[in-house]
T-cell receptor, first 115, second 112 residues
Framework: DAGVTQSPTHLIKTRGQQVTLRCSPK?????VSWYQQALGQGPQFIFQ???????QRGNFPDRFSGHQFPNYSSELNVNALLLGDSALYLC??????????????FGPGTRLLVL | GDSVTQMEGPVTLSEEAFLTINCTYT??????LFWYVQYPGEGLQLLLK?????DKGSNKGFEATYRKETTSFHLEKGSVQVSDSAVYFC???????????FGRGTQLTVWP
């Protein structure tokens, strides 16, 4: 049973550039959430996608956008990169019905370095 | 709003020592509580969870009890191993369904 996969594993960009990160959810899952984990911090919620629409959003600027495809995979796009965007970006998948007890399963992450 | 406060690290223990990592939370209503573990260079793995007051989550010798009266979900293990060295995150899922709130993480190092 394939777990959550993410690509690429590492990425180096320069300020002002744009980046796209990709995520495939765990088999059977239809919801994808994205988190940003700065060095030495806990993950911060960016947004969640379900049925190809953004269902919830955390406190991140519009430079952060996403997309979900019919096969439930997802992309995270970040425009006009800033040095502070350097972080580990984690994708998590879960089942669609919103329940407090629902478990999210995380991928290995994409480490983004902005120079 | 919802939040999680986790004991500051790092924590350094000898093998077979007793482990406690404190976690307290602030939330409206009845959140679900989770412990995730992150090994070096990897993503997060679910360690255990509890979904209602007085529930005890357990896995791989780790335990945590959901205490509503003290708004706590402390992680414990009776005898740690070198392989338990990792960063541990406490998290909650509350009224903002589908969104997890994480603590800052506690780095655990176990020496042989």
């Amino acid at each position: 049973d394939a777990g959550v996969t993410q690509s690429p594993t590492h990425l180096i960009k320069t300020r002002g550039q744009q980046v796209t990160l990709r995520c495939s959810p765990k088999s059977g899952h239809d919801t994808v959430s994205w988190y940003q984990q700065a060095l030495g911090q806990g993950p911060q919620f960016i947004f969640q996608y379900y049925e190809e629409e953004e269902r919830q959003r955390g406190n991140f600027p519009d430079r952060f956008s996403g997309h979900q495809f019919p096969n439930y995979s997802s992309e995270l796009n970040v425009n006009a990169l800033l040095l502070g965007d350097s972080a580990l970006y984690l994708c998590a998948s879960s089942l669609g019905q919103l329940k407090i007890e629902e478990t999210q399963y995380f991928g290995p992450g994409t480490r983004l370095l902005v120079l | 709003g919802d939040s999680v406060t986790q004991m500051e690290g790092p924590v350094t223990l000898s093998e077979e020592a007793f482990l406690t990592i404190n976690c307290t939370y602030t939330a409206t209503g009845y959140p679900s509580l989770f412990w995730y573990v992150q090994y070096p260079g990897e993503g997060l793995q679910l360690l255990l969870k509890a979904t209602k007051a007085d529930d005890k989550g357990s896995n791989k010798g780790f335990e945590a009890t959901y205490r509503k009266e003290t708004t706590s979900f402390h992680l414990e293990k009776g005898s740690v191993q070198v392989s338990d060295s990792a960063v541990y995150f406490c998290a909650l899922s509350g009224q903002a369904l589908g969104r997890l709130y994480f603590g800052r993480g506690t780095q655990l190092t176990v020496w042989p």
